[in-house]
Structure formats: C-alpha cells, structure tokens
C-alpha cells in the first residue's frame, strides 16, 4: 500500500472516529481529549480514523476538538458502516501504519467492530474500560476495566500484540473545548474499499425510545432490585414526573423486565449527567455507578447503612426506600 503524506507520528494513538454518535454521546470526542493527552506522554502524534463518504465536516470537527492527524478514508462503499468492509479497510491500515493504539467508544458499535478487528490482527482487546494511562517507558496502554463482579478494577496490559486495544465507556473523560483554530493535518491514505456484495443496506430508522431525553435529563431518579416489585418500580416515574426527569434502572430491573433495556444504566447501559440523582434500593456496583458518576449530585435510598452506594453519594437515606418514596411523592403532593 502506497501511503499518501509518509508520517511516522501516525504511529502513535488512533481513535475511530464515530461520527454517528456525534450528537449522542460524544464518546469520540472524550477519547480524543484522553488520547491527546497520552499521545503527549508517549511523544506521539494523536490521529483520528475517520471512514465514510463526504466526511470532510466530521475531520475539521475532529481537529477543532484536539486531533492532530486525521486518516480519513472517502468512499461510496463506506457511505454506511458494514462491519465486513470496515474492519478489513481499518486492518490494512494498520498493517500499513503501524499505529501502537487503537481505541474506541463502547457503544452498539465499538462492541460489535472492535472484536472483530481485534481477532483480525490478532492483538489482544480490554472492552468496556474506565480509565487508560500509559508507561512511557514500555510503551504499555495501561487498560483498566473492572471484573470479578464489579468487585475489582484490573489494568490490563498487552505486552507483546500490537496495537493495542480497547473500547471505553462513554462519560469517563473530558472532551476538549472546540477550537475553531486548531490546526491538523490529513492524511488521505491508499487503501483498497471493497464493498461486502453479501450485505445490502435497504433502509435504517432511529431507534425510538428514550435516547438523548436520559442523557439530557436534568433529574434522573433510579430503582434497584430493592424496589421489589415491578408495581414499586412504577412510582419511581410519579417522582421522575414531578421533579421534570427520566427514569433509570440496574440491570435486575431490566434483566426482570420492570424497565426496558434502554432505561439501563451502566457499563452496558447508559451514562447520565444530570444535576440530581436519585438512586434507590441499588447497592453501588461499580459497574451500575459507571453510569452515574457524571451527576453533580447523588441521593441514594438504601436500607443497608454499609451498600457501598453511599460511599459515592452526596446524601444517603437509610430506610426502606418503598416508604421514603411514598414519603416524599406525598411531600412534593402538597407542595407542587
Ligand atoms: C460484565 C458486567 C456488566 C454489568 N453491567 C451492568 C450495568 O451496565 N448496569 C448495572 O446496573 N449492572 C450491571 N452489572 C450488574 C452489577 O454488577 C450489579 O449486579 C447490579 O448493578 C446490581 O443491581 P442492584 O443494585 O439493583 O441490585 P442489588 O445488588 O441486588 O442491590 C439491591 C440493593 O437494594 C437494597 N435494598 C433491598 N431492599 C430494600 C428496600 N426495601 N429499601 C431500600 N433498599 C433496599 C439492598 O440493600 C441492596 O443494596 C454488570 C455485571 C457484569 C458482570
């Protein structure tokens, strides 16, 4: 492969640039802040992997956030993502650049291509992380995501595969103030874009349900397996109505069916910000508290004065969180 711009420092960092959550999450953007700012400890460059048609928009974009180099790959065939083509136009390119990481949100998609990707060139992939450092010295992506249950953070090194591999929680870092001056370069690259004749795309609909209102709530109140009954579960939306937010949910909830899937919280689920939030009759896992550590302020409900919900808390309630629900609707009743 002939490679347009020769340009070692594309060694360094790459982030797949996921433009289609652009106005979702943001999980690109977040890893281009964090990228950019493990890039400067290796000495490396920051680059960004855009595919697709007509991108030029999201490149800019990319830059003014932070990106250093953009790899940008504008064809037809990559118009909409096929993980076929995709993941053997990103593995020649890495083949051919040699980039030492490689990361992505953990979002539908990063869960899905990254694997994939991974199993292609035969490197290792930590899925899910929480936090990335680097050991200069070794050149090691030090990937830490929890495991055992939630119990335990583990940094996960992959000494000797390359590149190394990782999908990240969206909400875990700071994307950069846009910077409409930002200089970057682009790299257009010479790589074969054969489209998978076995798939065709015939229509795609946004998925309907509560995406973007959860992220954008300013009051998010969530029930635990401790709400004990689907019946308990439901008052939690008489509160979310009365303080103006959206309901969240643990994963027995959902895993029971009290709430949809896209109501879940967490590692798996969703990240919420909002400026208060109610958590009640959940415990505190850390992969539940994933997903909520963006919210300036927590009250948890919770009849153990030891769930480790409340070491993240602002203020903690102990009781049975049935009746101080009960509680507080009668409350806000009289007062609203
Ligand atoms: C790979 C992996 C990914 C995961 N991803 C997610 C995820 O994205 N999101 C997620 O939520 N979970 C996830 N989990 C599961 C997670 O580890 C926990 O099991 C889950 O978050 C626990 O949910 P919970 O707090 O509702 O239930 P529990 O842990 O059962 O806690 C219930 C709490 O309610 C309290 N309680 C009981 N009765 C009452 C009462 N009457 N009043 C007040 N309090 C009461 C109890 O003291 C207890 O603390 C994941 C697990 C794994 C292994």
Redesign the pocket.
């Known amino acids: 492969m002939k490679k347009v711009g020769e340009n070692k420092s594309a060694k360094g960092i790459w982030v797949f640039g996921d433009y289609r959550n652009y106005f979702q999450n943001r999980v690109t953007l977040q890893l281009i802040a964090k990228g950019k700012e493990l890039a400067g400890k290796l000495g490396a460059d920051l680059t960004v992997l855009v595919l697709g048609h007509q991108v030029h928009q999201y490149a800019m974009e990319y830059v003014a956030h932070g990106a250093d180099v953009i790899m940008a790959v504008d064809h037809p065939a990559l118009k909409s993502y096929q993980v076929e083509t995709y993941s053997r136009v990103v593995a020649d390119l890495v083949r051919a650049w040699g980039p030492q990481i490689l990361l992505a949100g953990a979002t539908a998609f990063g869960r899905e291509f990254f694997p994939r990707l991974a199993k292609r060139l035969r490197t290792g992939l930590s899925a899910?992380c929480v936090a990335l450092d680097v050991d200069a010295q070794e050149g090691w992506l030090i990937q830490t995501t929890?495991s055992f249950?939630?119990e335990l953070l583990a940094d996960v090194i992959t000494p000797q595969s390359r590149p190394q591999m990782a999908t990240v929680h969206p909400g875990m870092f700071q994307e950069r103030i846009h910077d409409a001056a930002a200089v970057g370069r682009i790299i257009y690259p010479d790589v074969k874009v054969e489209a998978d004749e076995r798939v065709q795309l015939v229509r795609s609909k946004p998925e309907q349900g509560h995406r973007g209102e959860l992220e954008d709530a300013p009051v998010v109140v969530v029930?635990?397996?401790?709400?004990?009954s689907r019946e308990n579960f439901q008052r939690l939306f008489d509160l979310a109505e009365y303080l103006g937010g959206e309901v969240g949910?643990?994963?027995?909830?959902?895993t029971a069916g009290w709430a949809g899937e896209d109501r879940?919280?967490?590692?798996?689920?969703r990240s919420v910000k909002p400026r208060l939030l109610i958590t009640?009759?959940?415990?505190?896992?850390?992969?539940?508290t994933?997903?909520i550590h963006g919210a300036e302020t927590i009250i948890a409900?919770?009849?153990?004065p030891n769930?480790?919900?409340f070491k993240i808390s602002d203020l903690g309630l102990v009781?049975?969180?049935?009746?101080?629900l009960a509680l507080l609707l009668e409350t806000l009743k009289k007062r609203l």
Do not use: E, F
């Open positions: 899910d929890p249950g939630g029930g635990g397996w401790g709400m004990g949910a643990t994963r027995p909830v959902v879940l919280l967490g590692q798996t689920g009640v009759g959940t415990s505190g896992a850390l992969q539940y994933t997903g409900v919770n009849r153990d769930a480790p919900i009781g049975d969180g049935r009746s101080i």
